[in-house]
């Protein structure tokens, strides 16, 4: 991996009582023995129904119609969002650790925070350092 390049590790739906998304964990090389995982979405464009009525693209029936594409980037709508193809860290609390070896307790202990399977992220991260 060459420095600042990301790669998908995994990948769960998370929802919440109005919407359901996808979330990535993401594996980005920093610098010489440096890396970091993070947990990334697809960006949030705005809440559909504001932004069809701000851009005048609710029809005569009520109905939102949602472009496939703002801005030059690729839409969709989900609940009542529209989410970007773009990938952006995820908001909260420890939402990335940075580490020098996919054993290191740092790992484990942020996997186990976040709910993601360190079993599986460790292989798949040793994968990345074995030569």
Same mark, same amino acid.
């Given at each position: 991996m060459?420095?600042?390049e %990301?790669?998908?590790v995994d990948e769960r739906? %998370?929802?919440?009582?109005? @919407?359901a998304w996808s979330e990535y964990l993401v594996?980005?090389?920093l610098k010489d023995g440096q890396?970091?995982? @993070?947990?990334r979405r697809n960006e949030v464009v705005g809440e559909a129904y504001d932004y069809c009525q701000e851009n005048d693209l609710i029809g005569n029936d009520?109905?939102?119609?949602v472009p496939s594409q703002i801005e030059g980037q690729n839409v969709y709508l989900s609940?009542?969002?529209?989410?970007?193809?773009?990938?952006?860290? @995820?908001?909260?609390?420890?939402?990335?650790?940075v580490f020098t070896s996919p054993t290191q307790g740092d790992v484990v202990d942020w996997?186990?925070?976040?709910?993601? @399977?360190?079993?599986?992220?460790?292989?798949?991260?040793?994968?990345e350092f074995s030569p």
């Open positions: 060459k420095i600042g %990301t790669k998908i739906e %998370t929802e919440n009582m109005h @919407d594996f980005e090389k890396f970091k995982l @993070d947990i009520g109905k939102l119609n609940g009542s969002v529209i989410y970007g193809e773009n990938l952006v860290q @995820d908001w909260g609390e420890n939402q990335e650790v996997c186990n925070w976040h709910k993601w @399977d360190h079993d599986n992220v460790i292989k798949a991260l040793a994968e």
